[in-house]
């Protein structure tokens, strides 16, 4: 029996092994690798994630694991590992190893051609890949046995998501969020001209690799290099690698860009390596996720508290740019609140706006209430419609997040789940920690860190989100944590 | 017929995926990854290699070849790939799946074991590494039907390279170069003071990058970084990256470092895409992948031509450090003659006494008639004879060459076949091309990048390097040209 899940444990290794692999060709894809050898990386990402899926639905281990389910002598944790895999294996199995392979390449290919759309400011180059994208994931998502194709999408990227469970959170987004941000809109305005001076570049990413530490980012397995749109990536939670992005003029861009992916690293830094290749070395989901990544984000990294240490070591680094301005100018302004084009530097009120347009296209996408030439189209008028702005160009529009490209479709949504579990879990930490905000203003993230690695980085896949949810705060996701904490900031950042 | 040819590139294509896969996250390595991910890569590796192998031995793909070797309709080409292809099955298939991964672990784990000795000064930390490594290279070789393990370690390098050729060739170093080093040594020695003043990293590598790209090598496909020791790496012909090392106080580091490993580049970025995964897509033998480096490095890096160009850029950028510096001054100080610790950074006549000294110390270690702990002392004793030195520590003796490390026992030798090559290609080119050394002196690298290209690059591994010169030169390898280079170079240098 115990040889058995050894096996198990041994053979997930082995498809691990390959599928991060696959995540350092991406890496790199991304970050060092030269543009003519874009073609040559699509193929041989290709054929190595071909071989992840076949090991992985290898009919063999499908017998092992049916034999492990009924095996009485494993524990609560072994389990789970159990479970969860045999949910994998059942959707992987719907899935040809050519398919897949298939999907890789298109995947690459695709990449490729947003990149090239997006720098010369042109849907139409990316358009006939998206209408591949969107084909191949409704296929892959029926295969996987969803009846609802978009119930399908949001489940695989945040186990129980639904549309359902959505439209009634963008609709308190509606009823709540929106009129708040109203009231903000007819106050006055705060000031955050300092962040638009000229910041040299050298120095933004040294004092961003000094965040990362200070948050508690370990260098010793992981680091963080630039690239276009921002990203965390892990080949095993012994190297789990960042990526950011410098604005020689904007220097929001990088402090929250390293914070935020900081916060996902953090998280897959605290998986289990005893687990490696195993679901409890694996995240919950991505509105898990990126709960971690918006905890550190905004609910410590726009924070007062936080700033209370860290504004005099920015003021160190760029005293004329930052003279004449204090602790509490800088966190008013750190936190305007504006209607804007780019998702990744909207403030955090306006920014679940971004999100449920992505939500109600990917909709009409799935759904083919739109057709993709159409989409540049229909973005447009939603930006005007929801924030009032009218989008200039497709690059500052549809063109401007990487997602797509990628086959995440219905990924986004669970940027605003994330975002209110982070709201959540935090006021649980806080009420579980009194002296939390003292210790951060003290410039001592570990309180936290360990909070969140005992509560939640430990346990992986072993339990869902909403699970973990529940056991941590006693309750499932609850948007009244975010909007009690939107009310309290803002109040007296607006002077409500 | 022609769809058996087929799914030979096919399945050739898809085990290149994988090897090139295994290339890339050992650039990474040597290049990015954080330390404590070194176990993490080596099982990754590990597994990868393993992949490979069980793809390429597959017995199906077996039966394939043996149905391509009798097929009349293949072109030449087509039957020097098959032919090639048969050669390396029989001896991958002497070789289980296990074997191969447990070697690949055991390099991975030398490596990080020589990267810990070498910085803590240390031998010991990697003697039972090496002593790992010598065993499993020992096995691999009589596995592979080498009745000889040294001749099979040469021929797994440079096919076609046994002991007793490179007995002679070390017997015409012996009794023609070894007089002539002494005669220089007995001479007026000439200045290069001004390789050694303050040079900031930043601009030697903006020139590094800048003589790279001068040579001829493609940055679209292509790119350099920084390792410890500088390597050239290839995961295909659209994707060639080089490494470099900079030293704040020796510019020649750089430089020749650079335009080695430029060298090497150009050589696997000449190489045919169209056969991506193809012996006409991989080098002819590691001693011809050396008569390239060495070509650009010494015959064109290390000549009057060269600088005669490159001087004014150089001077451009270090106007300070070269001031009174002549052309002519910097030619003399760079091709400096003098016994020293480093191979690397020797000058390209003592260099042979470093490789004759570890080819000597290789036969001893595969040969049993030296245990490694008695490694150190044997080779500073040979420093001692050879070279009239006495070598400090072992980081600057034994522990300062990565090959060994990475299971590379008689890769060594090929260094010294290399420039022999080197001297014996470069001058068929200066014969063919009248004008060569004009173009080379008026910044035009160009015609002798197509020569190589033409005579050497396109075929891959269709000729061996024996046959390749004998096309080129019309006789075999002859140290005589290296010699007559030699002796012309140096009597004007040092004024003989």
Avoid at 197 to 204: A, E, G, I, M, R
Wanted: hydrophobic share 35%; net charge negative; proline share 3%.
């Amino acid at each position: 029996m115990i040889q058995n899940y050894e096996n198990y444990r041994k053979h997930m290794a082995k498809v691990a092994d390959i599928n991060y692999s696959c995540a350092m060709l991406g890496w790199d894809q991304e970050t060092y690798m030269p543009e003519g050898a874009s073609d040559l990386r699509s193929r041989q990402l290709s054929t190595l994630s071909g071989l992840a899926h076949q090991l992985f639905t290898d009919a063999a281990f499908g017998d092992l694991l049916a034999t492990l389910k009924d095996d009485t002598s494993l524990s609560a944790a072994e389990k789970s590992n159990v479970l969860n895999t045999i949910d994998d294996y059942k959707k992987q199995t719907c899935l040809s190893t050519d398919f897949v392979e298939a999907m890789s390449k298109a995947i690459s290919q695709s990449f490729n051609a947003w990149q090239k759309a997006r720098q010369d400011n042109n849907f139409k180059l990316f358009a006939p890949h998206l209408k591949e994208i969107i084909a191949l994931k409704k296929e892959e998502t029926s295969r996987k046995g969803y009846t609802n194709v978009y119930d399908g999408m949001l489940d695989t990227h945040e186990k129980g998501l639904t549309i359902q469970k959505l439209d009634a959170l963008f609709s308190d987004v509606r009823e709540q969020l929106v009129p708040f941000i109203k009231k903000i809109a007819a106050s006055k305005q705060v000031d955050d001209a300092f962040m638009f001076k000229q910041y040299p570049s050298d120095l933004q990413w040294q004092y961003s690799l000094d965040v990362l530490k200070h948050i508690g980012f370990d260098f010793n397995t992981g680091r963080q290099d630039k690239s276009t749109h921002p990203f965390t990536t892990s080949f095993g939670s012994a190297d789990v690698r960042v990526t950011t992005r410098i604005s020689e003029h904007d220097l929001s861009e990088i402090i929250w860009s390293t914070i935020h992916e900081g916060g996902h690293a953090l998280y897959e830094q605290g998986l289990p390596v005893s687990e490696y290749g195993l679901p409890a070395s694996e995240a919950a989901g991505l509105g898990l996720h990126e709960s971690q990544s918006r905890l550190w984000e905004n609910n410590v990294g726009r924070s007062l508290p936080f700033w209370e240490n860290q504004f005099s070591k920015l003021l160190n680094v760029f005293p004329a740019q930052l003279s004449g301005v204090s602790t509490d100018d800088f966190y008013r302004g750190m936190n305007k609140v504006q209607p804007s084009f780019i998702r990744t530097s909207a403030d955090e009120l306006t920014y679940h706006l971004h999100i449920m347009i992505r939500y109600e296209i990917e909709k009409a996408m799935v759904f083919d209430e739109v057709s993709v030439e159409d989409l540049p189209a229909l973005w447009n008028s939603k930006y005007k419609s929801y924030l009032g702005i009218d989008v200039p160009d497709d690059k500052t529009g549809i063109l401007q997040d990487v997602h797509w490209s990628h086959g995440s479709l219905g990924y986004f949504p669970t940027y605003s789940v994330g975002s209110f579990y982070a709201a959540q879990f935090f006021a649980a930490a806080t009420h579980q920690i009194p002296a939390l905000k003292t210790t951060i203003a003290e410039g001592n993230c570990h309180p936290l860190l360990t909070w969140l690695r005992e509560n939640i980085h430990q346990y992986g896949r072993r339990f869902t989100s909403e699970e973990l949810c529940k056991k941590i705060c006693g309750e499932g996701l609850n948007f009244s944590h975010f909007m009690k904490y939107a009310t309290e900031k803002y109040t007296y950042i607006y002077s409500l």
